[in-house]
């Protein structure tokens, strides 16, 4: 188990927004949580990166607890998030980002060698390496947002909704993108709502409402539930 | 040469000089403003406390030791304000980390009060005094002085900010706090550097109007952090260079308004500028980001 989750609860203010929540990734999987608007995804993963004080419970990553730690000590034991509507550096340069990504590393020569991989496998990147993020289109910093994470090298990879707002050619390209990350060696726990995307990549999902798990299940058990069906893929 | 010409190339010496005064005090200044994304009403107190500081050590010490020291212990007090005034309140609605600093900036100014007293004092004239003249132009070495200090700070600056680890984790926490610390950046140990970076030098140009015009008075402190808010918004927030150049031109645009109107257009002359520009293009003219209602 690479990252665990038990028993967590959160508040904003006199709002809970996480009930006693219990979620976990073993190394080499991808795991999904689906949930609507609201449900409570972007807290259960700004909990897990520090940024967020939960009420009580436990978060630990390799078997030892990452509760109290501050973000940047997060990221440098292995762990990075992708954020919620990608958050590129807007007004600094494609290479730039990707150096910010960097940032905990100190291995010049290879992080250089990591930027030219990653433009080779996003040509985009490349292309716009000397340009500013903030004028690529929403898939593009997508791609620039997955790349930079990785830069990190990390373990495991936290995706806040990697389909948000984007077109569905761009969405195929990303979830393909997700599962080369995975072969590579790197775990993946991903939050959506776009569930059937996320069930479809994914090994395991849970299912997340009102900041409670209800369901927690093999991804292909839950494409095939009826509930789910109707409440997560329209049908 | 023509006596207008050599009236005209005068006022411009004059206010390229006093331009980079301004963009000196700015520079520091501009990127504690991103960081916040609102005046810093200690700023302006605080390179004048620094430049106080400065003018009794030079009783006592040798004159680069006594500003080294000034501009050091300005940025030791602008790490304290950051830790007691602003850290504290960084998550408060906009208004309370306005009202805690200019607390500071009343602390600041009382303790100055107290150890100056409340008239202007006599600045030694640190800067060359004499001219060369060329054609009846009149080139006041300390002009140049003063244009090549900022040039300095301002290149070297803009260098650390690109090219240098600390420098782009900077730029980062000055776009997003939060996702710089997904980058693994310790956020909060390099903020303080920034507030460090805004009071050191913040001195330098303290000490470079005070020399300039012989005179420290506590007036500076506001005046300052007008003129240093001014030149952040006219140059673009977010660079650099942007507070260097609007440093600049304020300047010259002063100086001309009472080299050829009078004197009295002198601070009209500024900030029509700005609302000029600024109605041109809204985020100042090599701004990154836009700036927000205050
Ligand atoms: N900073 C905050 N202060 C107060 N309440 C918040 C805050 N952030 C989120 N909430 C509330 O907590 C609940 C969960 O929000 P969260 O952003 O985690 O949902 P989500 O599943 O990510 O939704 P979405 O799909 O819209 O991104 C919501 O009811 C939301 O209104
Ligand atoms: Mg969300």
Same mark, same amino acid.
């Given at each position: ?6 028993? /967590?609860?959160?508040?904003?203010? =006199? &709002?809970? #927004?996480?009930?006693? @929540? ?5 190394? !080499? ?25 939960p ?25 990075? /998030?992708?954020?919620?509507?990608? =958050? &590129?550096? #807007?007004t600094?340069? @494609? ?5 910010? !990504? ?40 997508q ?9 990190s ?83 | 040469?023509n006596?207008d ?18 963009s ?11 960081l916040l ?15 106080f ?54 602390v ?16 030694p ?15 006041f ?17 803009t ?39 805004g ?73 029509i ?7 041109l ?14």
């Open positions: 188990m690479i990252l665990s989750v038990e028993n /967590l609860w959160m508040y904003y203010g =006199q &709002v809970q #927004a996480l009930h006693d @929540v219990s979620v976990y990734a073993d190394e !080499g999987e991808i795991v999904a949580v689906i949930g609507l608007n609201g449900a409570g995804k972007t807290t259960l993963l700004k909990t897990i990166m520090g940024q967020e004080k009420a009580s419970g436990k978060i630990s990553f390799k078997g030892t607890s990452i509760l109290g730690k501050s973000t940047n000590d997060i990221v440098k034991e292995g762990i990075a /998030l992708v954020p919620e509507g990608r =958050q &590129v550096f #807007a600094l340069s @494609v290479y730039d980002n990707l150096m910010a !990504g960097a940032y905990i590393r100190n291995d010049n020569k290879e992080i250089q060698q990591d930027i030219e991989k990653y433009c080779k496998r996003f040509p985009i990147l490349g292309e716009r390496l000397n340009q500013r993020a903030g004028y690529m289109s929403g898939g593009e910093q791609m620039l947002a997955l790349a930079r994470a990785l830069m090298r990390p373990k495991i990879m936290l995706l806040d909704e990697p389909s948000l707002g984007l077109a569905p050619v761009i969405i195929k390209e990303v979830y393909e993108i997700i599962e080369e990350i995975r072969k590579e060696g790197t775990t993946i726990f991903l939050v959506e709502q776009n569930a059937k995307r996320a069930l479809s990549v994914s090994d395991r999902a849970y299912i997340l409402v009102n900041g409670e798990i209800t369901m927690s299940e093999k991804s292909e058990t839950l494409l095939n539930n009826d509930a789910v069906r109707r409440a997560y893929l329209g049908v | 040469m006596p010409l050599i009236y005209f190339f005068q006022t411009l010496l004059n206010g390229l000089a006093v331009g980079s005064m301004y000196m005090i700015a520079v520091g200044y501009s990127m504690v403003y991103c994304n609102r005046v810093n009403f200690a700023h302006g107190d605080l390179y004048v406390f620094g430049t500081i400065s003018f009794s050590m030079m009783q006592i010490f040798p004159i680069p030791a006594a500003i080294l020291f000034a501009c050091l212990l300005a940025g030791l007090i602008g790490m304290t304000i950051e830790r007691t005034v602003y850290r504290p309140v960084r998550d408060a609605f906009r208004l309370v980390p306005m009202i805690s600093a200019l607390g500071a900036a009343l600041l100014r009382t303790i100055a009060q107290i150890v100056w007293g409340t008239e202007a004092l006599a600045f004239s640190l800067l060359p005094g004499g001219y060369l003249e060329i054609a009846g132009l009149k080139l070495y300390k002009n140049f002085v003063i244009i090549g200090i900022s040039l300095f700070i301002v290149i070297g600056l260098c650390f900010m690109r090219y240098t680890k600390l420098g782009r984790a900077t730029q980062c926490i000055v776009e997003s706090l939060s996702t710089a610390s997904l980058m693994g950046i310790p956020i909060n140990r390099i903020i303080p550097l920034i507030y460090a970076l009071g050191f030098f913040g001195v330098v140009g303290g000490v470079a109007y005070s020399s300039y015009y012989g005179v420290v008075s506590m007036d500076m402190g506001i005046w300052g952090t007008i003129k240093a808010w001014a030149a952040v918004i006219l140059g673009g927030v977010g660079t650099t260079y942007g507070a260097f150049i609007g440093g600049l031109i304020l300047g010259l645009a002063e100086t001309f308004a009472s080299g050829y109107l009078s004197s009295a257009y002198k601070e009209a002359v500024g900030y500028v700005i609302i000029a520009i600024l109605m293009k809204p985020t100042g003219l090599l701004g990154k980001k836009r700036i927000e209602k205050v």
